[in-house]
């Protein structure tokens, strides 16, 4: 099978002790995506957990981590050595090395296949600039809506651990974003203009993305997305909405019975063991204290909340 996503510069063979291996990190999405997958899956693998500085530390822009992958982004699925690249290629090559499992997830019905590509599809983050096109994919709207959790979870890292990626990050946007986010906190988020700006229009289009997708549960009125079965289509939509959560945009996106199909969709994918087992217990606390940090401020300030929510 080809690797097309292998980015330059990255090796064709990692050092490997078992026959899958995941680096990834507790709070990113498509390293939450990766673990489900592979819990859905049955598919064992060692992890190695590698820090973002969201999680305290850019363990990613490290020496040992760019011999991995020389972009530093997580995750990466290794498979007897062979290291797969872009989660939600990822996610694919792992069902297919998973005999009936991997096929009830990825179904061989070329109808049924195409459904599932399209919304594993709608969920990824593609590309270099991945907070582009958010009225194409539901995945692109996900940076720009978790900014008021960055903006929590950074006001535990030193500010020193922030600076160190303007020396190290191949990327210099991001400590400078984090950097901001850190001094201006969560309150001061308002006056954040073009985060602001993003923001808003990433909710307003994750809100169309919504209504399609309450739409294609309506279509057929079963549990999941292709139907009566669980498939990688649900595990790429249950780490975008578990997401939604986490930053408190539920209310709003399906609260009060809005949207009552993605809600109680929603119940559905929060009540799977790998839900549980794969984010929830694998929360690192600033995740914990950043998530009630985001509904604090929002209680205690009624204009942070009205210029979110709108
Ligand atoms: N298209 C990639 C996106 C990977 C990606 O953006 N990973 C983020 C976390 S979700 C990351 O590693 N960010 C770290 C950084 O940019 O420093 C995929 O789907 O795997």
């Avoid at 808003?200 to 309506?218: A, I, V, Y």
């Amino acid at each position: 099978m080809s690797n097309p996503s292998r980015p330059a510069g990255a090796p064709e063979e990692i050092p490997y002790e078992q026959e899958w291996e995941l680096y990834h990190n507790s709070f990113s999405l498509c390293s939450k995506k990766l673990r489900v997958c592979m819990a859905e899956l049955g598919l064992p693998y060692e992890s190695h957990h590698i820090h973002l500085i969201e999680t305290g530390a850019y363990e990613n822009v490290g020496r040992d981590y760019l011999a991995v992958n020389p972009k530093g982004l997580v995750p990466v699925l290794v498979h007897r050595g062979r290291p797969i690249y872009e989660s939600h290629e990822e996610i694919v090559y792992a069902a297919r090395h998973a005999g009936d499992r991997g096929r009830a997830l990825l179904p061989e019905d070329a109808a049924l296949r195409s459904e599932v590509d399209h919304w594993i599809d709608c969920a990824s983050l593609v590309g270099d600039d991945p907070m582009a096109d958010t009225h194409l994919r539901a995945g692109h709207c996900i940076p720009g809506l978790t900014v008021p959790i960055f903006a929590t979870m950074v006001s535990h890292i030193p500010v020193r651990e922030i600076l160190k990626g303007l020396l190290t990050h191949p990327n210099k946007e991001r400590p400078l974003i984090f950097l901001t986010l850190k001094l201006a906190g969560i309150e001061r988020l308002p006056k954040l203009v073009p985060a602001m700006k993003l923001m808003r229009r990433s909710l307003k289009h994750m809100g169309m993305h919504l209504d399609r997708l309450g739409e294609q549960l309506d279509k057929h009125g079963e549990d999941w997305i292709a139907g009566a079965s669980f498939s990688l289509a649900d595990v790429s939509w249950m780490v975008i909405l578990d997401r939604l959560v986490e930053v408190d945009w539920d209310g709003v996106l399906w609260g009060d019975d809005r949207r009552p199909s993605v809600a109680a969709y929603w119940q559905r994918l929060a009540s799977r063991k790998s839900y549980r087992e794969q984010i929830v217990d694998m929360r690192c606390e600033i995740t914990r204290l950043g998530i009630d940090e985001v509904k604090r401020a929002k209680r205690e300030h009624p204009a942070l909340r009205e210029a979110l929510e709108g």
